[in-house]
T-cell receptor, first 112, second 117 residues
Framework: EDKVVQSPLSLVVHEGDTVTLNCSYE??????LLWYKQEKKAPTFLFML????IEKKSGRLSSILDKKELFSILNITATQTGDSAVYLC????????????FGKGTHLIIQP | KAGVTQTPRYLIKTRGQQVTLSCSPI?????VSWYQQTPGQGLQFLFE???????NKGNFPGRFSGRQFSNSRSEMNVSTLELGDSALYLC????????????????FGQGTRLTVV
């Protein structure tokens, strides 16, 4: 059975800190890994990663994939209170009915 | 342009009742996907509709059903509600069929928070 595990489940840091969120996976047919930010209710797309070792960046957020060790990290530098959210990791593997297997998410809280 | 609209935003039902949730996609989007999100199971795919046809279905019991109308609006129905159906139900709209969450142009609604008591 395909599995995606995110850690930590929750994290509280102060504004300005740098955080690293982890996502490990075990899937039979890896195609891509995706990161989402979920504030209040609706998830918003952050990154899609398909190749190992290639960092994707968007402002203070960056992510990288290691297909050999089967994990990805999401880094957020100089955190702001607006970064407080649940960060979801999903793997496209054909495992679920829509081919996506999700982790439970990391609940990130940024304190002023 | 207007975003994805889900109604109602909050709902409280008792066990055994049935419920209908509505999702109006972005104008021009023909695909609507539904997801259930709970703390225990995370985000799980329910089904996808495209041009009034169910294209894909998740691993949920038959109590969960849906439909899509000619204007692309979609409804999701849950019959004989159970306590475990309490969740946030999200819908996502995108232009083409397929996996909404792989489509960077897909948009989510704000969800309907269903509580079953």
């Amino acid at each position: 059975e395909d599995k995606v595990v995110q850690s930590p489940l929750s994290l509280v840091v102060h504004e300005g800190d740098t955080v690293t969120l982890n996502c490990s996976y075990e899937v039979t047919n890896f195609r891509s890994l995706l990161w989402y930010k979920q504030e209040k209710k609706a998830p918003t797309f952050l990154f899609m990663l398909t190749s190992s070792g290639i960092e994707k960046k968007s402002g203070r957020l960056s992510s990288i994939l290691d297909k050999k060790e089967l994990f990805s990290i999401l880094n957020i530098t100089a955190t702001q209170t607006g970064d407080s959210a649940v960060y979801l990791c999903a793997v496209d593997s054909g495992g679920g009915a829509d081919g996506l297997t999700f982790g439970k998410g990391t609940h990130l809280i940024i304190q002023p | 342009k207007a975003g994805v609209t889900q109604t109602p935003r909050y709902l409280i039902k008792t066990r055994g009742q049935q419920v209908t949730l509505s999702c109006s996609p972005i104008s021009g989007h023909r695909s609507v996907s539904w997801y259930q999100q709970t703390p225990g199971q995370g985000l799980q795919f329910l089904f996808e509709y495209f041009s009034e046809t169910q294209r894909n279905k998740g691993n949920f019991p038959g109590r969960f059903s849906g439909r899509q109308f000619s204007n692309s609006r979609s409804e999701m129905n849950v019959s004989t509600l159970e306590l475990g159906d309490s969740a946030l139900y999200l819908c996502a709209s995108s232009v083409s069929t397929g996996k909404a969450l792989l489509d960077t142009e897909a948009f989510f609604g704000q969800g309907t928070r269903l509580t079953v008591v």
